[in-house]
């Protein structure tokens, strides 16, 4: 095979796969020197492209020696990376080359692996000279490996999906449009994907992907499926266990983890036995709820269960949200159309907005839309101003370290000092239940959640080096690091309901 649509071919008729058209003009477009925005519906099946590129560069083809697929969530990553091994094991990939790489998982540290699964903010510090392998060393002044994982980056292909949620960050939108441009100017092959790129991220996007940049509209796949939204009369509780007592599979998702935690407890007074699923949980049970997900009749969850978690449930009943969040929860019902055996249907309930994480604007617009439109999909798309959102003085600074020669890691960490965090407004520091010092069984806490367990506690919290007073300044994250402090301790962990602190 000597061609990525050779490759397309063999893995469509080998697995008897329905074709992607969207695919396939993506494919040439990447073997003819394009890099491509995928506009793909949610249910198209945007792995597939994953695991063509990773037979193609399995087998030496001249457009990349190894895929680096690049998520926004940690909780996803485990998910993408088991899902592919297991491909591999059944021979559907043709290598078991297989790695994935977070802030504290390093199966494939400096993406030396045939295909790559990761996270923004671990593929953001390799690319400018951070490499997370080295991140201690580099803050105690070791030194770093920093061009091993550069040159490493530099011949793959580049796949970053769910590219929408970055938008909801100016730092993560400013360090991906960044690493977009710097990639695109030298010749690496990028894909962008997601089911939610609205008008105004696709001309960032363009304007990073410059001449080389085309849009795939990924038009050729529609789910055969009706869906009956409504807006709630009944509290989401009753509606939920309604739904679940008629025999139905139901994901009811908030805004909040409060929201979701307090859900969970309800349902489990009514005789239920729901999953619940949100950013506080230790990789371990992640993982382990992730793969239940698939078996589960309930599932509460918060805004994590919108991106690489492919399932299809009957219900959602979701918290009025923005319309980019909302179309990504509605694709996780009826997620699977029946072919000729008839319209596939499925219900959305949409219970009112609690004011928190989003603005308030954004919802009552998206409502708005909704009641008009009485569906929900991609004609529901809001268009932002995301000129509005970037940190451009961060794509700048990241920018002039990629191009010069002369800038070595010592000024990217100079950067990551002064504002603490390069892909998201606060840093990530490790929760450790009682009686753990294991980072699998830690979870992430912000700056803000860190200083406050600090100022209830005092030396007591931290784990590791506990006897230094710690200033909680500039930024926390690197005080601990820089005085070989694991983390902190939190209050309580329990596998039901993630972390208490």
């Known amino acids: 095979m000597s061609s990525l649509v050779d490759f397309y071919n063999d893995l469509i008729a080998r697995q008897g796969f329905e074709e992607r058209k969207g695919i396939e003009e993506t494919l040439r477009y990447l073997e003819n020197g394009h890099n491509v925005i995928l506009k793909?519906?949610?249910?198209?099946?945007?792995?597939?492209?994953?695991?063509?590129?990773?037979?193609?560069?399995?087998?030496?083809?001249?457009?990349?020696?190894?895929?680096?697929?690049?998520?926004p969530y940690r909780a996803i990553v485990q998910d993408l990376y088991l899902k592919l091994k297991k491909y591999a094991d059944k021979g559907i990939i043709y290598t078991k080359s297989i790695g994935a790489q977070d802030m504290d998982y390093h199966d494939s540290p400096f993406f030396m692996k045939k295909v790559n699964v990761t996270t923004l903010d671990t593929f953001i510090l390799n690319l400018f000279k951070l490499p997370t392998i080295d991140f201690k060393l580099i803050f105690k002044n070791y030194g770093s490996h920093y061009e091993f994982p550069r040159a490493l980056i530099y011949s793959s292909i580049v796949i970053f999906d769910e590219f929408h949620l970055l938008g909801e960050d100016g730092k993560s939108l400013g360090a991906g449009l960044s690493a977009i441009e710097v990639l695109s100017d030298a010749g690496v092959p990028i894909v962008v994907t997601s089911a939610t790129i609205d008008k105004g991220l696709e001309r960032v996007l363009m304007d990073?992907?410059?001449?080389?940049?085309?849009?795939?509209y990924a038009s050729d796949f529609k789910i055969d499926r009706k869906i009956y939204v409504n807006e709630l009369e009944k509290d989401e509780i009753s509606i939920a266990d309604e739904k679940v007592k008629e025999g139905k599979r139901v994901l009811l998702v908030y805004n909040t983890r409060m929201g979701a935690i307090e859900a969970y407890w309800k349902l489990k007074e009514r005789g239920l036995s729901p999953i619940l699923i949100h950013s506080k949980f230790s990789k371990k049970d992640r993982i382990d709820k992730v793969n239940?997900?698939?078996?589960?009749?309930?599932?509460?969850?918060?805004?994590?269960?919108?991106?690489?978690?492919?399932?299809?449930?009957?219900?959602?009943?979701?918290?009025?949200?923005?319309?980019?969040?909302l179309i990504q929860r509605a694709g996780r019902v009826a997620r699977y159309?029946?072919?000729?055996?008839?319209?596939?249907?499925?219900?959305?309930?949409?219970?009112?907005?609690?004011?928190?994480?989003?603005?308030?604007?954004?919802?009552?617009?998206?409502?708005?839309?909704?009641?008009?439109?009485?569906?929900?999909?991609?004609?529901?798309?809001?268009?932002?101003?995301?000129?509005?959102?970037?940190?451009?003085?961060?794509?700048?600074?990241?920018?002039?370290?990629?191009?010069?020669?002369?800038?070595?890691?010592?000024?990217?960490?100079?950067?990551?000092?002064?504002?603490?965090?390069?892909?998201?407004?606060?840093?990530?520091?490790l929760g450790f239940p009682p009686n753990s010092d294991n980072v699998d069984d830690a979870i992430p806490l912000t700056e803000e959640e860190a200083i406050k367990i600090i100022k209830s506690k005092?030396?007591?919290?931290?784990?590791?080096?506990?006897?230094?007073?710690?200033?909680?300044?500039?930024c926390l994250q690197l005080e601990m690091i820089k005085n070989d402090?694991?983390?902190?301790?939190?209050?309580?962990?329990?596998?039901?309901?993630?972390?208490?602190y």
Not at 62 to 69: L, P
Not at 298 to 318: K, R, Y
Not at 485 to 500: A, C, P, T
Request: proline fraction near 1%; aromatic fraction near 6%.
């Open 208 to 216: 990073k992907l410059g001449k080389s940049g085309k849009v795939v």
């Open 40 to 71: 793909a519906p949610t249910g198209y099946g945007k792995t597939t492209l994953t695991m063509i590129l990773a037979n193609a560069v399995s087998s030496n083809i001249d457009i990349g020696s190894r895929v680096i697929h690049v998520l």
């Open 292 to 325: 239940k997900i698939n078996d589960a009749k309930l599932v509460v969850s918060t805004q994590v269960i919108e991106a690489g978690i492919d399932t299809s449930f009957d219900v959602l009943i979701t918290e009025a949200c923005p319309s980019h969040n």
């Open 337 to 429: 159309g029946k072919g000729g055996k008839g319209k596939l249907e499925g219900e959305v309930y949409i219970f009112p907005f609690s004011g928190k994480v989003y603005n308030e604007g954004e919802v009552k617009e998206t409502m708005k839309r909704v009641r008009k439109l009485k569906t929900i999909d991609e004609s529901l798309l809001i268009e932002r101003d995301y000129t509005k959102e970037i940190d451009s003085i961060l794509a700048r600074d990241l920018s002039v370290i990629d191009n010069s020669v002369f800038v070595d890691y010592k000024k990217v960490k100079s950067l990551y000092e002064n504002i603490c965090s390069i892909t998201r407004e606060t840093s990530i520091i």
């Open 485 to 500: 402090i694991l983390g902190v301790r939190i209050q309580d962990y329990n596998s039901e309901i993630g972390g208490v």
């Open 458 to 474: 005092g030396s007591s919290a931290f784990v590791g080096n506990s006897n230094i007073k710690l200033y909680a300044g500039k």
